[in-house]
């Protein structure tokens, strides 16, 4: 079970912290991604981080402003975002993939999913 939080409304250039929280299965065994998409738009990959917690990657549309992190347990990790544009705006889902050797967790095929949390930004 995957469950996220932190959203909420933001006005432009503003920071938000999302949390996802893994439980039910071992954590430490699974890469976590965070996903966006907004009503009747394709789900984007936003940033991933690798089981380990030793490499993460991003979509060039956020690199620089957010940041994705796990905490020693390995079963919260955070998506730390910042300079927040409208653009934006969708509702933010957690996944969890088994890693697949040789390949970045932008790839994993994500299988568990959490509820989503919405994030509006707007003036």
């Known amino acids: 079970q995957l469950e996220e939080s932190g959203g909420g409304l933001v006005q432009p250039g503003a920071s938000l912290r999302l949390s996802c929280v893994v439980s039910?299965?071992?954590?430490?065994?699974?890469?976590i991604g965070w996903f966006r998409q907004a009503p009747g738009k394709e789900r984007e990959w936003v940033a991933c981080?690798?089981?380990?917690?030793?490499?993460?990657e991003s979509a060039d549309s956020v690199k620089g402003r957010f940041s994705i992190s796990r905490d020693k347990e390995k079963s919260t990790v955070s998506l730390q975002m910042n300079g927040l544009k409208p653009a934006d705006s969708d509702v933010y889902y957690c996944?969890?993939?088994?890693?697949?050797?040789?390949?970045?967790?932008?790839?994993?095929?994500?299988?568990?999913w959490g509820q989503g949390t919405r994030v509006t930004v707007a003036s």
């Open positions: 996944a969890a993939a088994l890693p697949i050797r040789g390949q970045g967790c932008s790839t994993f095929p994500y299988e568990h």
């Open positions: 981080i690798s089981n380990l917690g030793d490499s993460t």
């Open positions: 039910g299965f071992t954590a430490g065994y699974y890469a």
